[in-house]
């Protein structure tokens, strides 16, 4: 009996969310005695999975089939269900990820497993496998209890700190699920990439900066892109100015756009509508730069700035790039 986690790469290199899927599955190895494994699907480097050591792996299973390097759900799902046969694993763990969700529902059923989705604990494992969930985003917590034999986790990104547990390079070892084309029936015709600001992914970067109507116009976003480059930070928007077409909708975050849980959300121009609020509200620090003292992201708030956006963000540009030097 094993512990499985699926490690997803970007650029080669593996997501911040998924190093934080391997500390939560090493974890769990540690209270049930057992190793924890990992297994992952395209391009990712060799040295980015054998450093996978780092957070307590001792080995990877690697598909390398050039035909995974974008998202198949069903062909993702042959793979890793082969891998949690091959190394008997009991518990599959996951990033909280588009990816992980999916292919975690999907793995659920073919294993008749259970799933938890939006985890943020370890399990307590006294009198069953139970572990807490974010739920009604983020506004409650709900404990549940994983009964049936295969228990599926996906972790909540952020939730947890990635640990270093210091036990050298994890072993890799090449692994085929044997897949045919009809595992790439559903597949994409064309795969549209998020675009990333400066190369950060919205969804896994450590600090985001978004802008909302109070910017008057997308001529202004130069100063939600300077803050962000000085930061190395996201960009992000609230919805009235995507549908605006002021940005792109992909960078719209909240109930009906992308969640994101950064370190650190700066929020420019936005009110804090609720809708807003429901997927920025795991972030770590969240700061809100405002003109009017009465909005109510003020009340979500770790720092707040009340002043009009075309004074005080210069003076953060000027300041972040000072940090730099
Ligand atoms: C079903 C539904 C789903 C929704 N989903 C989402 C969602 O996913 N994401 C989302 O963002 N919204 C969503 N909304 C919309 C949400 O209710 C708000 O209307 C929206 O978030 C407001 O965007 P905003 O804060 O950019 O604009 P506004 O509400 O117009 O706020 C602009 C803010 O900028 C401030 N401001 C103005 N000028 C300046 C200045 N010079 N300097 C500093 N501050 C200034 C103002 O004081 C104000 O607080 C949804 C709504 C519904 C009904």
Redesign the pocket.
Known sequence: MSVLVFVEGFNGEIKKSSLEAATYGYQVAQQLGTSATAVAIGEVHEDALAKLGEQGISKVLYDADSRLNDFVADAYVKVIAKAAQQENAKVLVFSNSNIGAAVGAKLAVRLNGSLATNVTTLPKTDGGFIVTRSVFSGKAFAEVNLTSDVKIIAVKKNALEIANAGSGAATIEKFSAELTDADFVAAPKETIMQDTSGGVLLTEAEIVVS??????GPENWHLVEDLAKALGAATA??????DLDWRPHHE??????IAVSPNLYI??????????L??VNSSKVIVV????P????FKAADYGIV??????VPKLIEAARALDK
Do not use: M, Y
């Not at 928007?237 to 995507?242: D, F, I, L, Q, T």
């Not at 719209?252 to 756009?257: A, I, P, R």
């Open positions: 802008g909302g109507r109070g910017l008057k928007c609230s919805k009235p100015v995507a719209h975050v909240g109930q009906t756009g929020a420019i121009g936005i009110s804090g509508a609720i809708q807003h429901a997927g730069i405002n003109k009017d009465e909005a109510p992201f002043g009009d956006a075309f004074d005080v």
